[in-house]
């Protein structure tokens, strides 16, 4: 009797789960055997993407990288938190990317109708019911501030401007860490900003000298061109 009760059942969702480990062990890895077998001897990862733990957010997929390329930092808000404010787990990734795997460029990616700047955008509504997410979510309280002082729009305006304020404020939290600041000072590290349109299926990367965020297909062709 107790060893019937011990068996729970797999649901729906752990079983889809199974049958997909199982076809990538029987398909997909032996199809790629040789990308795998150099995997295992180390990573060398060319881009730390700094992602929200979105589900909908898929950086693998967005960029059409292979496995070993992207060393992958995701969370709520897709937020850094200021070297020396909260010496966590993405301040360790940051750090380990940087020093130990040498990426080359650090991309912060946001994305449309971020449920974290939903939550930032009405705070004591979060307070009252995610403690623990109201807290983290300090670290993009000077976005909202910023949005809120220029009045950038309500509702759905209200929250895209979060969603791009918050780019540009993580990425000033991000050059504040000794690693990233040593890097970018020896030209050996850049750092972006992204944001994903889930609906339409694009991105845009921030032009922090024209203050504006721009598709990637005309950044691409500017870069194809020398400029």
């Not at 808000?77 to 990426?103: Q, W």
Request: proline share 4%; hydrophobic share 45%.
């Amino acid at each position: 009797m107790l060893n019937e009760l011990s068996v729970v059942p797999a649901s729906a969702d752990l079983q889809k789960l199974v049958r997909g480990a199982a076809t990538f062990g029987h398909d997909v890895f032996p199809r790629n055997l040789e990308l795998y077998r150099r995997l295992a001897e180390g990573q060398s990862p060319h881009t730390l993407f700094i992602a929200c733990a979105d589900s909908r957010v898929v950086p693998e997929l967005i960029t059409q990288t292979e496995p070993g390329e992207l060393f992958v930092c995701r969370n709520i808000g897709n937020i850094v938190p200021g070297f020396g404010e909260m010496m966590g787990g993405v301040s360790a990734v940051i750090e380990y990317a940087v020093v130990a795997l040498r990426v080359r460029q650090i991309i912060i990616c946001g994305h449309s109708e971020c449920g974290a700047m939903k939550g930032l955008a009405a705070e004591q509504a979060v307070a009252d019911s995610m403690p623990t997410v109201q807290a983290w979510l300090r670290n993009a309280e000077a976005a909202r501030s910023v949005v809120l002082t220029r009045e950038l729009g309500r509702g759905k305006a209200l929250v895209q401007a979060l969603v791009e304020e918050n780019i540009r404020l993580q990425l000033m939290h991000l050059r504040s860490h000794p690693s990233v600041a040593a890097r970018l000072a020896q030209g050996a590290l850049t750092v972006h900003g992204w944001l994903y349109d889930i609906e339409h299926g694009t991105v845009s990367m921030l032009n922090e000298a024209q203050k504006r965020f721009e598709p990637l297909s005309r950044v691409g062709a500017r870069s194809a061109e020398g400029l």
